[in-house]
C-alpha cells in the first residue's frame, strides 16, 4: 500500500504539472467540490488547485481539489429558480397520457404512467 501511495505523491507539482496526493493524502486546506459543497461553499473562480490520484476501476481515477481559502459561500436559490424547479418536479410526475398528476415519477422509460403502460394489471 505505501509503494501505492508514494506514486502519486506529487505536492509540488513536478511529475502530473499539479499538486498531487493519494486518496486521502491531500492537507486540510484543499477540498474536493462535494467536500465544498457539504460546508456551505463553492469554488467560485479559482482553477484547480491540485489533484489525489487511486487507482479504481477502469484504470487510474481523479478528484480535482480547491483552495478552501478562496472558496465561496453558496448562493441560494431566488424564487424564480424554486418555482422552475416545482413546474419540473411536477412535469415528472404528470402523465402525458392521461394528463393526471401521479404521487410518483414518471418512468422514463415507459413515457407514461404505470396505469397507462399496464391497462390490464389495473384493478
Known amino acids: 500500500m505505501a509503494r501505492i501511495r508514494a506514486a502519486y505523491l506529487d505536492p509540488l507539482g513536478d511529475r502530473y504539472s499539479?499538486?498531487?496526493?493519494?486518496?486521502?493524502?491531500?492537507?486540510?486546506?484543499?477540498?474536493?467540490r462535494r467536500q465544498l459543497r457539504a460546508r456551505g461553499l463553492r469554488p467560485g473562480d479559482q482553477p484547480v488547485a491540485g489533484q489525489i490520484l487511486w487507482r479504481?476501476?477502469?484504470?487510474?481515477?481523479v478528484a480535482y481539489?480547491?483552495?478552501l481559502d478562496l472558496?465561496?459561500?453558496?448562493r441560494p436559490a431566488t424564487p424564480a429558480q424554486r418555482r422552475a424547479i416545482g413546474r419540473a418536479l411536477l412535469a415528472r410526475?404528470?402523465?402525458s397520457?392521461?394528463?393526471e398528476v401521479r404521487p410518483?415519477?414518471?418512468?422514463?422509460?415507459?413515457g407514461e404512467c404505470l396505469t397507462c403502460a399496464y391497462p390490464e394489471e389495473t384493478p
Open 71 to 74: 472558496a465561496k459561500p453558496h
Open 104 to 110: 410518483y415519477y414518471i418512468p422514463r422509460s415507459l
Open 97 to 99: 397520457t392521461c394528463r
Open 56 to 61: 479504481g476501476v477502469g484504470g487510474e481515477r
Open 93 to 95: 410526475r404528470t402523465c
Open 65 to 67: 481539489l480547491y483552495r
Open 18 to 32: 499539479l499538486p498531487t496526493w493519494w486518496w486521502q493524502g491531500a492537507p486540510d486546506t484543499y477540498a474536493t
